[in-house]
C-alpha cells in the first residue's frame, strides 16, 4: 500500500462519519462498465488544438494592468547566515520597485505541508521562506528584486551585494548514513515489516542473490518553468499559478496571510507538465508578498537554474534487496532495506519499499527504509516516487536470481505472483498481472532471447532482451467536487477545480460524462483549472480521474433525482424511483421499459426551467479499505551495447499493463509511453550532479542535466489487458505514473543479457559497461 | 545580465571595437554566458554579416567565411565531397536550431562547458576569474582533460567542428588592425599553464575572418566518430577524427585528433608519427594510440577516457583501413 492510499484512507477514516454512502465495496460494479460509448474511444484531446496553435494560456503569459516582474536571488552557500545585504545599488537601478529581503518580507508562518488529501495544505518545507538571515540549504532564495519590466528585475538582481557567513554543511550521503533515521511509519504505514526470519530463510535458500542498488538524485524538469503572476485588490487575492494542487494552494495562501479563504483564487487553466513537482514551493509564497509589498501585479518566472535550486526533486538511495529461493524458485526471503535522504523539514519519505509488499510471495519478509539528513532542497514527489527507484532494485534482483538459477526470468515471476496481498491478505480488487506477463511476453517475442549473456552479436553491437515489473497503487480521493449543469438546449457542462496538465483530464471527462448522462459528446464542456469551481483534491497519485469520474457519477446521481422531481405527472417516468431509471439517450429512461422515455429537454421545458444544476464529491474511497488495489506492468526491453564505446541504444521497449477500464487508449498510450521515457531517462541518462564537497547542484540545466532526446527513445508498443476493476468507478485504475517503474530494471537486465555485465548504480553510462 | 550595446558590423574594418566589446556570432554560447554572469561585455559587435561565404580556392582546398552558419556548412556540397569528416563533425554538435543559428568563428572562440566555469555564482574558476581556485578538481570531472592539463585549469574545448578542423590541418585567417595573418588551427587554441584564460592566440583587436582547409587527400577513407552520454544533443566524453590513405597496404599519411580530452583539439601527432609506414592491423594501431596515450594525465572521475580513447581510435581506424582512400 503506498502512502497516497494510506493518506486517502485516514482521511476516509475521518470522514466516514459524515459523507453520505456511496460507492460501497460490497455493492455492484459501475453500471457503465458494461455500457461504454464514447469511453475507450481514442478521442484525441480537446486542448489539443489549442496547444498546437499556441493558443492555451499558460501562467506567465498573463499579463495584469500594472503588472511587475520579479527575479529571485539564491543563496550561494548551503548552510550559514547572511552577514551584509547591500541592496542600495539594486534599489536605484532602473526601473526597480522594490528589493525583498528577510529584513522587510511580511513576516509569515510556514505553509502548511501537503498531504495528499488535506485541501487547506500544499508545502513541502517546513522552513521558514525569507524570514531570517539563516540559510539551510544551497539556492536556497534569500532575496527577490521587483521592476517594471523582468531585463531590469534581471539586472538589477545582480546588484545586490550579499556576505555570507558559512558554517558546516551535511552534504555527503554516505557520511549522513551514521546519522539514519527510522521513522516508525511511512506516513501511517508501518515502516519495519518483519515476517518470519528473512536472514535465516536466505542463508539457508537453495539460491540467493544479496546485492546493493544505488539511485542518484533527479530534478524536476517540466517543460514549462514554474510561474505565479499575483495580484492584490485590498484583501482579495488574485493566483495565476502552474500547479498540481488549486485549491490547497488557494487555501495555504489564505491561511498564510490572513485573509478569508473566499477572499483568494487561484487560477491554473493549463500547466505544462507537473509530475510532482508543482506543488507549493518558496516562489509562490515570495510572488504574493511581493505583490503586496510592491502594491502592484507581480509575474515570477523561475529560470531553469531557479527550478533546480529551490523545487524538490527524487532523493538518491541505496537499497539492498536480497531473495533466497528453494530449488523451484519460490522465495523463502525478500529482503529489502535502504537510505535515502529526507531533510527534517521535508516531508517525502521515498516510498521504494512499498511497491514490494504487494509484488511476490514469499515465506519471509524484512523491509525498513531509513533516511539521511542532509542540508538540502526538500526532496518530494517525483513521477512514481517510491516505486521507480524501488522496481530498479526489486526487478535488478529478480533477474539476477533467475540468472543464477538458470530460469527464465519471466517463469520465475510468474511463479511468486501472490493471489492475495502477501502480508495483509486482503483480496486484490483486480490483478490480471501473469496474463500482462504472458501477452507481453508474446507481443515482444521474448522467447527469441538467449538466456546465456553476451552471445548475440551484430557487428561491434551486442543485442539483449531484458523485463522487469512495475506496479502502482490505486487511489482514489475523497473530497472530489464536481458542478453539473444541464441546459435546456441538451447540453451539460462538468466543471470543478481540478487540474489539466496535459493528460487529458477534460477529454477525458468529457467522454465519461458522455456515457455517464447520455449525450453526445459535443453536447458535453468541461470546464477545469479555478479555485473559484467547486473544489477538488490535487493532481497526484495518479487518482485525479478516477476521483473525478466518482464525483461525476455522484453529481449524475443527485441530477437524476432532481429531474424525477422535475419530470411532474405528465412525464413517461411519472411514479417511477430513482433506482428505476437511468440516464440515457439524452434524458431519463425506465430501467425495466426502455420504452418509457423522458428526454432532458422536454423536462426543462415542461419544468420552465433553463437549467439544472447539480453539485455532488464522490463517496469516500472505501475500496480501498477492503482491497489490496494495484496496477501492474510488464515491461520487455530489446537493445543494444557497443563493444567498442560501452554506448547504450535502446531498439524497443514494450509496457504490458494491466490497469482497469482504458478510458481513452491514445490520451491512455501517452501517458504511458511518456512514463516509459522518464524509466529510460531514469536508467540511461538521468542524474543530478550534486557536489557533495559544497551542496551545490551543478548541472541545472537541460544541456547538462540529460534526459533522453529524441534520437534515444526508441519505439515504444503499448498494450493493456483491459480488464475492469469491479471495484473502481468506470472500473478505472489511473495511469499517469504507471508506466515508469520496471523500465530502468528491464533496461539493465537487457544490458546483462547483452554484456554479462551487471550494473547496480544508475544512470547505465557508458563508463560502467567499459 | 547587464544592458549591454549592440550595433551590426558593416565591414571587417569595422569589427575592431575595443576591448570591453565581443564580437557576436550566433549568440548560441555567449549570450548564455552573459545570462550566466559569466561574460560581461560591454557591448555585442555582431558580425554575422560580414562573409559567410563558402568557395572552394585554386589549391583544391576550401575557404569558409567566419559567419558561415554551421548548418550551411554542414549541407554545402564541397564540404560534403571533399571533407565529409567536417560535415559529420558539425551535424554531431548540438541540435538542428542551435547549428542553424551557430556561425563558423563562433564555434572556434566558443568557451568551455566546464560547469564550475559557467556557475559564476557558486564556483570557483580560473578561467574566469584568474587566481580564483579551480573547483573542476576533485568535483565533477566527466568532460574534463586528460591531456594538457594543469593545476590551474582542467576544462576542454567543447568543438567538434574544430576537432575536424584540426585533423584537417586548417588554417584561420584573421584580420587585426594592423593587418591580416594566419595561424594553423594547431597553434590556434593555447593550453590552459598558469593563464586559464588566454583561450587562443588570437589579439584581442583581432577577428577571424574565414577558415582555409587545404586540399585533402582524406575525403574517401575519413571519419568523425563522438562518443556521449545520449545520442544527440550531449558533449563529446570523446571524439576521434581521423583520416588515413594507405600505400601498398601501408600507411601513407594519417591524421588523428581527438576531441573531449584537451582544452584543444588534440592532435595525436605521436600516434600519427607511429602509424605512418606501417601496416595498420589493430595491433599496430592500438600500439600507436596508447604510445599517445602514455603521456595522458587523467583525474579523479575520467579514467575511463583513457579506455574509451584507446577503443575508439582502433574502432575507428580499423575501419578506414578497410575503405579505399
Known amino acids: 500500500m503506498s502512502r497516497v492510499q494510506n493518506a486517502a484512507i485516514s482521511s476516509v477514516r475521518t470522514v466516514l462519519g459524515w459523507v453520505p454512502d456511496r460507492w460501497l465495496p460490497s455493492g455492484s460494479p459501475d453500471p457503465l462498465i458494461a455500457r461504454q460509448q464514447e469511453i475507450g474511444r481514442p478521442t484525441s484531446r480537446v486542448d489539443g488544438p489549442l496547444k498546437a496553435s499556441g493558443r492555451a494560456p499558460f501562467v506567465t503569459e498573463t499579463v495584469l494592468a500594472g503588472q511587475t516582474y520579479a527575479t529571485l536571488i539564491h543563496s550561494t552557500i548551503t548552510r550559514g547566515r547572511i552577514l551584509r545585504l547591500d541592496s542600495t545599488a539594486a534599489e536605484a537601478a532602473p526601473g526597480v520597485l522594490l528589493v525583498m529581503t528577510y529584513r522587510n518580507m511580511p513576516r509569515l508562518g510556514i505553509v502548511p505541508m501537503a498531504s495528499l488529501t488535506n485541501l487547506g495544505a500544499a508545502g513541502n518545507s517546513a522552513l521558514p521562506i525569507m524570514q531570517d538571515p539563516e540559510v539551510r540549504y544551497n539556492g536556497q532564495v534569500v532575496a527577490a528584486v521587483v521592476a517594471e519590466t523582468q531585463e531590469q528585475a534581471d539586472h538589477a538582481a545582480t546588484l545586490v551585494e550579499i556576505d555570507y557567513a558559512q558554517e558546516p554543511a551535511a552534504t555527503r550521503f554516505e557520511d549522513a548514513k551514521a546519522g539514519a533515521r527510522t521513522l516508525t511509519s511511512i506516513l501511517i504505514e508501518r515502516n519495519h515489516v518483519s515476517v518470519g526470519d528473512a536472514e535465516r530463510e536466505l542463508r539457508s535458500a537453495v ?82 508578498a511581493a505583490a503586496r509589498l510592491a502594491g502592484r501585479p507581480v509575474r515570477l518566472r523561475l529560470t531553469r537554474e531557479g527550478v533546480y535550486r529551490i523545487i524538490g526533486g527524487r532523493s538518491p538511495a541505496e537499497q539492498r534487496v536480497a531473495i533466497g529461493a528453494d530449488a523451484d524458485g519460490r522465495f523463502a526471503a525478500m529482503i529489502h532495506t535502504g537510505y535515502s535522504v529526507m531533510p527534517p523539514y521535508g516531508r517525502f519519505p521515498e516510498q521504494y519499499t512499498l511497491g514490494t509488499r504487494a509484488a511476490y510471495r514469499s515465506k519471509s519478509f524484512e523491509i525498513i527504509q531509513r533516511h539521511v539528513d542532509l542540508d538540502i532542497v526538500p526532496n518530494t514527489f517525483m513521477r512514481t516516487p517510491g516505486e521507480t527507484i524501488g522496481a530498479f532494485a526489486v526487478e535488478s534482483a529478480v533477474d539476477e536470481l533467475a540468472h543464477v538459477m538458470d530460469l527464465d526470468p519471466v517463469e520465475l515471476r510468474l511463479r511468486n505472483l501472490p493471489d492475495r496481498h502477501p502480508l495483509s491478505g486482503q483480496p486484490f480488487s483486480q490483478h490480471a498481472v501473469h496474463q500482462a506477463w504472458t501477452d507481453g511476453a508474446e507481443r515482444f517475442g521474448w522467447s527469441r532471447r538467449q538466456a546465456k549473456p553476451g552471445t548475440v552479436r551484430d557487428g561491434e553491437w551486442l543485442t539483449g532482451l531484458g523485463c522487469g515489473a512495475g506496479s502502482f497503487p490505486y487511489a482514489r480521493m475523497p473530497g472530489a467536487n464536481v458542478r453539473l449543469t444541464l441546459r435546456r438546449d441538451g447540453s451539460a457542462e462538468v466543471s470543478t477545480a481540478a487540474h489539466e496538465m496535459g493528460m487529458g483530464t477534460a477529454t477525458v471527462q468529457a467522454q465519461h460524462a458522455a456515457d455517464r448522462l447520455g449525450l453526445p459528446l459535443e453536447q458535453i464542456t468541461v470546464t477545469l483549472g479555478d479555485s473559484a469551481l467547486v473544489a477538488a483534491p490535487i493532481a497526484g497519485g495518479s487518482s485525479q480521474t478516477v476521483s473525478l469520474v466518482a464525483g461525476l457519477s455522484a453529481a449524475a446521481d443527485d441530477l437524476r433525482d432532481e429531474l424525477l422531481r422535475l419530470a411532474g405527472p405528465d412525464s413517461p417516468i411519472a411514479g417511477l424511483k430513482a433506482a428505476e431509471v437511468r440516464l440515457a439517450d439524452g434524458g431519463l429512461v425506465s430501467v425495466a421499459d426502455p420504452a418509457r422515455h423522458d428526454g432532458y429537454r422536454e423536462i426543462l421545458a415542461r419544468a420552465g426551467r433553463d437549467e439544472v444544476t447539480v453539485t455532488a464529491a464522490g463517496s469516500p474511497p472505501l475500496e480501498m479499505l477492503k482491497y489490496s488495489m494495484h496496477s501492474s506492468s510488464a515491461i520487455f526491453c530489446e537493445l543494444r551495447v557497443s563493444a567498442v564505446t560501452g554506448e547504450v541504444r535502446v531498439d524497443r521497449l514494450l509496457g504490458s499493463f494491466d490497469c482497469g477500464t482504458i478510458l481513452n487508449p491514445k490520451t491512455a498510450a501517452g501517458q504511458l509511453r511518456g512514463g516509459m521515457i522518464m524509466g529510460l531517462g531514469s536508467a540511461l541518462t538521468e542524474e543530478t550532479l550534486f557536489d557533495e564537497r559544497t551542496g551545490r547542484i551543478m548541472n541545472p540545466s537541460l544541456a547538462d542535466y540529460h534526459i533522453p532526446a529524441h534520437l534515444d527513445v526508441p519505439p515504444i508498443e503499448v498494450m493493456w489487458t483491459g480488464i475492469p476493476d469491479p471495484r473502481t468507478p468506470m472500473g478505472a485504475r489511473g495511469i499517469g505514473e504507471l508506466g515508469t517503474p520496471g523500465v530502468a530494471a528491464a533496461i539493465a537486465n537487457a544490458v546483462f543479457n547483452a554484456t554479462g555485465k551487471r550494473v547496480r548504480e544508475l544512470p547505465i553510462t557508458l563508463d560502467k559497461l567499459l | 545580465m547587464n544592458p549591454v550595446q549592440y550595433r551590426r558590423a558593416e565591414s571587417v574594418e569595422d569589427a575592431f571595437p575595443g576591448a570591453q566589446w565581443r564580437l557576436l556570432g550566433g549568440g548560441t554560447n555567449l549570450v548564455d554566458l552573459m545570462r550566466k554572469g559569466v561574460e560581461h561585455p560591454a557591448g555585442l559587435l555582431d558580425v554575422t554579416g560580414l562573409s559567410e561565404e563558402i568557395a572552394a580556392s585554386d589549391d583544391g582546398g576550401l575557404v569558409i567565411g567566419a559567419a558561415a552558419r554551421n548548418s550551411a556548412v554542414a549541407a554545402h556540397p564541397l564540404v560534403r565531397r571533399r571533407y565529409p569528416m567536417l560535415a559529420r563533425a558539425i551535424l554531431a554538435g548540438a541540435s538542428a536550431q542551435i547549428r542553424n543559428m551557430a556561425t ?53 574545448h567543447p568543438s567538434d567542428m574544430a576537432v575536424a578542423l584540426a585533423a584537417l590541418d586548417a588554417r584561420v585567417n584573421v584580420a587585426g588592425p594592423g593587418g591580416t595573418r594566419t595561424i594553423p588551427l594547431a597553434e590556434f587554441y593555447r593550453l590552459p599553464g598558469d593563464r586559464p584564460d588566454l583561450e587562443t592566440t588570437l589579439g584581442a583587436d583581432e577577428i577571424i575572418v574565414s577558415v582555409a582547409m587545404p586540399a585533402s587527400p582524406f575525403a574517401g577513407a575519413s571519419a568523425y566518430r563522438k562518443v556521449r552520454d545520449r545520442a544527440s544533443y550531449a558533449f563529446a566524453l570523446v571524439s576521434v577524427a581521423a583520416g588515413v590513405t594507405l600505400r601498398d597496404g601501408v600507411v601513407d599519411d594519417v591524421r588523428i585528433a581527438l576531441g573531449g580530452v584537451a582544452a584543444r583539439p588534440w592532435r595525436a601527432l605521436r600516434a600519427e608519427e607511429t602509424l605512418r609506414g606501417t601496416r595498420p592491423t589493430d595491433e599496430a594501431i592500438d600500439a600507436a594510440i596508447t604510445a599517445e596515450l602514455a603521456s595522458a594525465e587523467p583525474l579523479p572521475g575520467n579514467e575511463f577516457k583513457i579506455e574509451l580513447v584507446r577503443r575508439t581510435t582502433v574502432a575507428v581506424l580499423s575501419e578506414l583501413r578497410g575503405t579505399p582512400a
Open chain 2, 104 to 156: 563558423v568563428g563562433g564555434n572556434l572562440m566558443q568557451r568551455t562547458r566546464c560547469a564550475y566555469f559557467a556557475d559564476a555564482a557558486g564556483s570557483r574558476c580560473n578561467k574566469r576569474a584568474p587566481g580564483s581556485g579551480c573547483d573542476a578538481i576533485g568535483g565533477f570531472t566527466r568532460y574534463h582533460a586528460i591531456f594538457g592539463a594543469s593545476p590551474e585549469c582542467v576544462a576542454t
Open chain 1, 207 to 288: 539460491h540467493a542473490v544479496d546485492n546493493v542498488y544505488r539511485t542518484p538524485r533527479h530534478n524536476h524538469n517540466a517543460i514549462e518553468l514554474h510561474g505565479v503572476v499575483a495580484a492584490w485588490d485590498g484583501d482579495a487575492l488574485l493566483v495565476h499559478d502552474s500547479t498540481q494542487a488549486i485549491v490547497p494552494t488557494a487555501n495555504a495562501l489564505a491561511s498564510l496571510f490572513g485573509v478569508a479563504k473566499e477572499k483568494v483564487r487561484v487560477i491554473s487553466p493549463y500547466v505544462g507538465g507537473g509530475f510532482g513537482g508543482k506543488m507549493m514551493w518558496d516562489h509562490q509564497v515570495v510572488t504574493v
